[in-house]
Protein backbone atom coordinates (compact mmCIF):
# COMPACT_ATOMS: atom_id res chain seq x y z
CA UNK A 1 0.00 0.00 0.00
CA UNK A 2 1.65 3.49 -0.94
CA UNK A 3 2.34 5.32 1.95
CA UNK A 4 2.15 9.27 1.56
CA UNK A 5 4.88 11.20 3.82
CA UNK A 6 3.04 14.35 4.38
CA UNK A 7 2.79 14.71 7.81
CA UNK A 8 -0.92 14.37 9.37
CA UNK A 9 -3.16 17.47 10.25
CA UNK A 10 -2.30 17.81 13.48
CA UNK A 11 -6.07 18.01 14.61
CA UNK A 12 -7.77 19.83 17.80
CA UNK A 13 -10.88 18.60 19.62
CA UNK A 14 -13.57 20.89 20.91
CA UNK A 15 -12.94 21.11 25.05
CA UNK A 16 -15.98 19.99 26.78
CA UNK A 17 -17.90 23.11 27.68
CA UNK A 18 -18.94 24.31 31.32
CA UNK A 19 -22.61 24.30 32.05
CA UNK A 20 -24.49 26.80 29.48
CA UNK A 21 -21.03 28.09 27.84
CA UNK A 22 -21.46 28.21 24.22
CA UNK A 23 -20.67 30.36 21.21
CA UNK A 24 -23.78 31.03 20.14
CA UNK A 25 -24.91 34.73 19.76
CA UNK A 26 -28.97 33.94 19.29
CA UNK A 27 -31.43 33.46 22.04
CA UNK A 28 -31.43 29.69 22.62
CA UNK A 29 -32.42 29.73 25.85
CA UNK A 30 -36.08 31.06 24.80
CA UNK A 31 -36.69 27.78 23.54
CA UNK A 32 -36.34 25.31 26.25
CA UNK A 33 -37.66 27.84 28.80
CA UNK A 34 -40.84 27.97 26.91
CA UNK A 35 -40.84 24.50 26.67
CA UNK A 36 -39.99 24.21 30.34
CA UNK A 37 -42.85 26.55 31.38
CA UNK A 38 -45.43 25.05 29.37
CA UNK A 39 -44.75 20.73 29.84
CA UNK A 40 -44.87 22.01 33.86
CA UNK A 41 -48.25 23.87 34.11
CA UNK A 42 -49.69 21.26 31.75
CA UNK A 43 -48.15 18.37 33.92
CA UNK A 44 -49.14 20.34 37.24
CA UNK A 45 -53.20 20.90 35.98
CA UNK A 46 -53.47 17.64 34.43
CA UNK A 47 -52.54 16.09 37.63
CA UNK A 48 -54.59 18.28 39.30
CA UNK A 49 -57.43 17.33 37.35
CA UNK A 50 -56.84 14.03 37.07
CA UNK A 51 -57.27 13.37 41.07
CA UNK A 52 -60.29 15.29 41.14
CA UNK A 53 -62.66 12.43 40.20
CA UNK A 54 -65.09 14.71 39.60
CA UNK A 55 -66.87 17.48 37.23
CA UNK A 56 -65.26 15.21 34.52
CA UNK A 57 -68.85 14.77 32.41
CA UNK A 58 -72.09 17.57 32.09
CA UNK A 59 -74.91 16.42 30.87
CA UNK A 60 -76.59 19.79 31.73
CA UNK A 61 -79.31 20.55 29.08
CA UNK A 62 -79.52 16.80 27.71
CA UNK A 63 -75.35 17.34 26.55
CA UNK A 64 -72.66 14.73 26.34
CA UNK A 65 -69.58 16.13 27.14
CA UNK A 66 -67.02 13.50 28.98
CA UNK A 67 -63.72 14.88 29.83
CA UNK A 68 -60.72 13.45 27.56
CA UNK A 69 -58.98 12.95 30.80
CA UNK A 70 -61.62 10.48 31.86
CA UNK A 71 -62.81 8.81 28.55
CA UNK A 72 -62.93 6.00 28.52
CA UNK A 73 -64.93 6.20 31.90
CA UNK A 74 -64.03 2.99 33.07
CA UNK A 75 -65.81 3.32 36.26
CA UNK A 76 -68.42 6.46 37.55
CA UNK A 77 -71.85 7.20 38.87
CA UNK A 78 -74.85 5.98 37.37
CA UNK A 79 -75.70 8.85 35.44
CA UNK A 80 -72.47 8.84 33.43
CA UNK A 81 -71.32 6.92 30.18
CA UNK A 82 -69.53 3.80 32.60
CA UNK A 83 -68.02 1.07 31.18
CA UNK A 84 -68.47 -1.40 34.41
CA UNK A 85 -71.33 -1.04 36.81
CA UNK A 86 -69.61 0.25 39.28
CA UNK A 87 -68.38 3.35 41.19
CA UNK A 88 -64.89 1.96 41.54
CA UNK A 89 -63.41 -1.13 40.85
CA UNK A 90 -63.60 -3.27 43.92
CA UNK A 91 -59.63 -3.98 44.26
CA UNK A 92 -58.67 -0.02 44.84
CA UNK A 93 -57.35 0.29 48.07
CA UNK A 94 -59.19 2.44 50.93
CA UNK A 95 -56.77 4.91 51.55
CA UNK A 96 -56.36 6.07 47.89
CA UNK A 97 -59.07 8.15 46.66
CA UNK A 98 -60.52 6.98 43.67
CA UNK A 99 -60.28 8.74 40.37
CA UNK A 100 -61.88 6.79 37.27
CA UNK A 101 -58.66 9.25 35.55
CA UNK A 102 -55.95 6.95 37.56
CA UNK A 103 -57.12 3.80 35.68
CA UNK A 104 -56.72 5.42 31.79
CA UNK A 105 -53.97 8.17 32.02
CA UNK A 106 -51.24 6.40 31.79
CA UNK A 107 -51.57 5.48 28.14
CA UNK A 108 -51.52 9.02 26.80
CA UNK A 109 -49.12 9.88 29.43
CA UNK A 110 -46.64 7.42 28.15
CA UNK A 111 -47.37 8.19 24.73
CA UNK A 112 -46.39 11.45 24.93
CA UNK A 113 -43.49 11.14 27.25
CA UNK A 114 -41.46 8.60 24.72
CA UNK A 115 -43.05 10.28 21.84
CA UNK A 116 -39.42 11.45 19.72
CA UNK A 117 -40.06 14.86 19.83
CA UNK A 118 -41.01 15.52 23.24
CA UNK A 119 -37.79 13.54 24.36
CA UNK A 120 -35.82 16.05 22.52
CA UNK A 121 -37.69 18.69 23.82
CA UNK A 122 -37.75 17.87 27.89
CA UNK A 123 -34.28 16.48 27.62
CA UNK A 124 -33.57 20.31 26.91
CA UNK A 125 -35.92 21.68 28.95
CA UNK A 126 -35.85 19.55 32.27
CA UNK A 127 -32.43 18.38 32.35
CA UNK A 128 -30.58 20.61 30.21
CA UNK A 129 -28.86 17.61 28.31
CA UNK A 130 -27.81 19.78 26.73
CA UNK A 131 -30.20 22.51 27.33
CA UNK A 132 -29.74 23.21 23.14
CA UNK A 133 -27.75 22.56 20.31
CA UNK A 134 -24.21 23.40 20.63
CA UNK A 135 -24.82 24.63 24.81
CA UNK A 136 -22.49 22.74 27.32
CA UNK A 137 -24.18 20.67 29.93
CA UNK A 138 -24.38 20.22 33.31
CA UNK A 139 -21.38 18.33 35.02
CA UNK A 140 -23.55 16.33 36.90
CA UNK A 141 -24.21 14.02 34.00
CA UNK A 142 -20.37 12.57 34.22
CA UNK A 143 -18.46 12.47 30.86
CA UNK A 144 -19.56 8.81 30.14
CA UNK A 145 -22.27 9.08 27.08
CA UNK A 146 -24.95 6.14 28.11
CA UNK A 147 -28.03 7.19 25.05
CA UNK A 148 -31.10 5.35 25.50
CA UNK A 149 -29.62 1.82 25.77
CA UNK A 150 -29.24 1.57 29.46
CA UNK A 151 -31.89 1.89 32.01
CA UNK A 152 -34.17 3.98 33.02
CA UNK A 153 -33.75 5.30 29.03
CA UNK A 154 -34.26 2.09 27.21
CA UNK A 155 -37.55 2.02 28.04
CA UNK A 156 -38.26 5.03 25.58
CA UNK A 157 -38.21 2.21 23.26
CA UNK A 158 -41.80 1.18 24.49
CA UNK A 159 -43.37 4.19 22.09
CA UNK A 160 -44.50 1.93 19.24
CA UNK A 161 -46.25 0.14 22.06
CA UNK A 162 -47.86 3.19 23.01
CA UNK A 163 -48.34 4.25 19.55
CA UNK A 164 -50.92 0.92 19.31
CA UNK A 165 -52.26 1.92 22.30
CA UNK A 166 -52.96 5.62 21.21
CA UNK A 167 -54.53 4.91 18.13
CA UNK A 168 -57.14 2.84 20.35
CA UNK A 169 -57.82 6.20 22.33
CA UNK A 170 -58.29 8.13 19.06
CA UNK A 171 -61.17 6.03 18.47
CA UNK A 172 -62.97 6.49 21.30
CA UNK A 173 -62.47 10.33 21.84
CA UNK A 174 -63.70 10.79 18.26
CA UNK A 175 -67.00 8.51 19.44
CA UNK A 176 -67.14 11.40 22.00
CA UNK A 177 -66.42 14.23 20.05
CA UNK A 178 -69.68 12.36 17.84
CA UNK A 179 -71.31 11.94 20.83
CA UNK A 180 -71.18 14.92 21.88
CA UNK A 181 -73.41 16.11 18.87
CA UNK A 182 -76.86 14.82 20.07
CA UNK A 183 -78.50 15.70 22.79
CA UNK A 184 -81.46 14.37 24.93
CA UNK A 185 -84.42 16.53 24.75
CA UNK A 186 -87.79 15.93 25.84
CA UNK A 187 -88.72 14.82 22.10
CA UNK A 188 -85.72 12.12 22.12
CA UNK A 189 -82.19 12.46 20.85
CA UNK A 190 -81.51 15.30 18.55
CA UNK A 191 -78.51 16.44 16.58
CA UNK A 192 -77.20 20.22 17.76
CA UNK A 193 -74.24 21.78 18.04
CA UNK A 194 -72.81 23.52 21.18
CA UNK A 195 -69.71 25.12 21.58
CA UNK A 196 -68.57 21.35 23.79
CA UNK A 197 -69.24 19.47 20.74
CA UNK A 198 -66.51 21.81 18.51
CA UNK A 199 -64.05 21.52 21.22
CA UNK A 200 -64.14 17.88 21.88
CA UNK A 201 -64.39 17.11 18.67
CA UNK A 202 -61.38 19.12 17.70
CA UNK A 203 -59.95 17.90 20.05
CA UNK A 204 -59.97 14.37 18.64
CA UNK A 205 -59.08 15.29 15.56
CA UNK A 206 -56.07 17.13 16.79
CA UNK A 207 -54.44 14.68 19.01
CA UNK A 208 -55.33 12.40 15.64
CA UNK A 209 -53.38 14.65 14.08
CA UNK A 210 -50.43 14.37 16.37
CA UNK A 211 -50.85 10.58 16.75
CA UNK A 212 -50.81 9.37 12.87
CA UNK A 213 -47.90 11.94 12.34
CA UNK A 214 -45.47 9.79 14.94
CA UNK A 215 -42.48 8.33 13.83
CA UNK A 216 -43.89 4.37 14.54
CA UNK A 217 -46.78 5.41 12.05
CA UNK A 218 -44.51 6.29 9.70
CA UNK A 219 -42.64 3.10 10.06
CA UNK A 220 -45.93 1.01 10.07
CA UNK A 221 -47.22 2.91 7.12
CA UNK A 222 -45.16 2.27 4.72
CA UNK A 223 -41.56 3.34 5.69
CA UNK A 224 -40.46 -0.08 6.52
CA UNK A 225 -41.29 -1.53 2.71
CA UNK A 226 -37.89 -1.39 0.70
CA UNK A 227 -39.64 -1.13 -2.63
CA UNK A 228 -42.13 1.15 -2.59
CA UNK A 229 -43.43 1.06 -5.99
CA UNK A 230 -43.95 -2.55 -5.73
CA UNK A 231 -47.06 -1.66 -2.62
CA UNK A 232 -48.93 1.88 -4.04
CA UNK A 233 -51.08 1.47 -0.93
CA UNK A 234 -48.50 1.60 1.82
CA UNK A 235 -46.64 3.98 -0.32
CA UNK A 236 -49.36 6.59 -0.01
CA UNK A 237 -50.31 5.78 3.51
CA UNK A 238 -46.36 6.48 4.22
CA UNK A 239 -46.99 10.05 2.17
CA UNK A 240 -49.90 11.11 4.16
CA UNK A 241 -48.36 9.93 7.07
CA UNK A 242 -44.67 12.00 6.38
CA UNK A 243 -47.01 14.97 5.60
CA UNK A 244 -48.29 15.12 8.97
CA UNK A 245 -45.39 14.31 10.34
CA UNK A 246 -43.05 17.28 8.72
CA UNK A 247 -45.45 19.39 11.28
CA UNK A 248 -45.27 16.57 14.28
CA UNK A 249 -43.95 19.39 16.92
CA UNK A 250 -46.68 21.49 16.27
CA UNK A 251 -49.39 18.81 16.24
CA UNK A 252 -47.63 17.84 19.71
CA UNK A 253 -48.29 21.43 21.12
CA UNK A 254 -51.64 22.04 19.62
CA UNK A 255 -53.01 18.56 20.87
CA UNK A 256 -51.50 19.37 24.31
CA UNK A 257 -52.83 22.68 24.79
CA UNK A 258 -56.59 21.84 23.53
CA UNK A 259 -56.87 18.30 25.30
CA UNK A 260 -56.00 20.43 28.51
CA UNK A 261 -58.55 23.09 27.41
CA UNK A 262 -61.10 20.36 26.52
CA UNK A 263 -61.25 19.73 30.40
CA UNK A 264 -60.93 22.97 31.54
CA UNK A 265 -64.63 23.65 29.49
CA UNK A 266 -66.48 20.45 30.45
CA UNK A 267 -65.13 21.14 34.44
CA UNK A 268 -66.54 24.98 33.88
CA UNK A 269 -69.56 23.84 32.67
CA UNK A 270 -69.95 21.36 35.24
CA UNK A 271 -69.16 24.05 37.98
CA UNK A 272 -71.93 26.63 36.21
CA UNK A 273 -69.03 28.79 35.47
CA UNK A 274 -69.71 28.32 31.41
CA UNK A 275 -72.87 28.93 29.75
CA UNK A 276 -72.66 25.79 27.03
CA UNK A 277 -73.76 27.71 24.16
CA UNK A 278 -75.69 25.51 21.51
CA UNK A 279 -78.79 25.27 19.22
CA UNK A 280 -80.48 21.81 18.65
CA UNK A 281 -82.21 20.94 15.83
S1 LIG B 1 -42.74 10.24 17.62
FE1 LIG B 1 -44.04 11.68 18.55
S2 LIG B 1 -45.83 10.52 18.88
FE2 LIG B 1 -44.46 9.06 18.05
New binding site residues.
Partial sequence: MARSDLPLPQLELPSLRGFGETTRRDAWWIQPVVVFGVLAAFVVYATWAAFQGKNYFYDGGGAHYLSPFYSPLLFGQPNEPRIFDAVSPGWWPAWLPFSPALLILGAPVG?RMT????RGAYYKAFWGDPPNCGVGEPGFRGTRYRGERWLPLVLQNA?RYF?YLAVIFIGILLWDGIRAFFFHTDEGTRFGIGVGSVVLLLNAIFLGM??FG???ARHIGGGHVDEPSKAPIRHACWTCVTALNKR?MLW?WISLIWVGWSDVYVRLCCAGSFTDWRVVF
Fill in positions: FCYYYHFYTCHCHA
